[in-house]
């Protein structure tokens, strides 16, 4: 709001942590549940050894691919946009930084996960290459961001306590 609006370009540059869900045996065009499934494998006989040994291979600094079903630019237009048309495109590769990738739970076919990453980190991305890297596809599920730099979504206040205490901003 107001003045603190220019504070916005600081918090993009901070870490990010994020926790969410993985459904393994499932892929979807938009590597989440925003669009159909478009394809199924058998994921049972995934062991959690195998989940465990790759996750060393999506920390550090990792290059990732681009959603098709995303606001970044190619030929002057957004992809999401040429996706829905159903247009083929290369999709742009970008460098980013996974700081660290941890599974929490496991239930199933669903790997719940805790994540903290640089800008530009597409989640979803990671889903998407973390099933195709176990041979059955995946997509995420849930998403939420759970801390920003040192700012925690535990720390947070309530919508109820933030609009009593400061209407005058409301």
């Not at 600081?10 to 669009?35: C, N, Q, W």
């Not at 290369?90 to 669903?110: C, H, M, N, Q």
Request: overall charge neutral; glycine content about 8%.
């Amino acid at each position: 709001c107001g003045r603190a609006t220019k504070l916005m370009t600081h918090f993009m540059e901070l870490r990010k942590v994020y926790k969410g869900t993985i459904r393994l045996g499932e892929s979807t065009p938009s590597f989440d549940a925003e669009t159909e499934v478009d394809k199924t494998r058998d994921a049972s006989d995934i062991r959690d050894e195998q989940i465990e040994s790759l996750l060393p291979s999506f920390t550090g600094e990792i290059r990732q691919t681009t959603p098709v079903y995303s606001a970044v630019k190619v030929g002057g237009e957004r992809l999401y946009k040429k996706a829905r048309r159903g247009e083929r495109v290369k999709l742009p590769t970008r460098d980013v930084s996974v700081y660290k990738f941890e599974i929490i739970a496991r239930t199933g076919t669903d790997l719940q996960f805790e994540i903290e990453c640089s800008r530009g980190t597409y989640i979803r991305s990671i889903a998407h290459e973390f099933g195709e890297s176990l041979g059955v596809g995946g997509h995420l599920t849930e998403l939420r961001r759970t801390a920003i730099g040192e700012l925690r979504v535990e720390d947070a206040w309530p919508l109820a306590e933030l609009i009593s205490n400061y209407t005058d901003v409301v």
